[in-house]
Nanobody, 115 residues
Framework: QVQLVESGGGLVQAGGSLRLSCAASGSGFSLNPMGWYRQAPGKQRELVATLTNGGSTIYGDSVKGRFTISRDNGKNTVYLQMNCLKPEDTAVYYC?????????WGQGTQVTVSS
């Protein structure tokens, strides 16, 4: 069983930065891709960024140029560096990983950006 544990959320002023981390626990698995989604109140969950084992990335349009996803395969950890944060980035951020046909989600971490 795969467990994803996020950390690094919090409250930040507009223009500030935060770094989210997601550590995957378990054994004998290969997670590909790993990434981040977010869900704001009253809105659907949306893709923030995803990263494959081969290094391919996909970013949501609203975060391109501001957010950077990276991964430490040795630690099965994925990171999201968020710069130039805006109030509209406020949401619960969820770590996501795929193993074969199975999807795994973290419990979510709140990111709040004040204006």
């Amino acid at each position: 069983q795969v467990q994803l544990v996020e950390s690094g959320g919090g409250l930040v002023q507009a223009g500030g930065s935060l770094r989210l981390s997601c550590a995957a626990s378990g054994s004998g698995f290969s997670l590909n891709p790993m990434g981040w989604y977010r869900q704001a109140p009253g809105k659907q969950r949306e893709l923030v960024a995803t990263l494959t084992n081969g290094g391919s990335t996909i970013y949501g349009d609203s975060v391109k140029g501001r957010f950077t996803i990276s991964r430490d395969n040795g630690k099965n950890t994925v990171y999201l560096q968020m710069n130039c944060l805006k109030p509209e980035d406020t949401a619960v951020y969820y770590c996501h990983a795929k193993m074969s046909i199975f999807d795994y989600w973290g419990q979510g971490t709140q990111v709040t950006v004040s204006s």
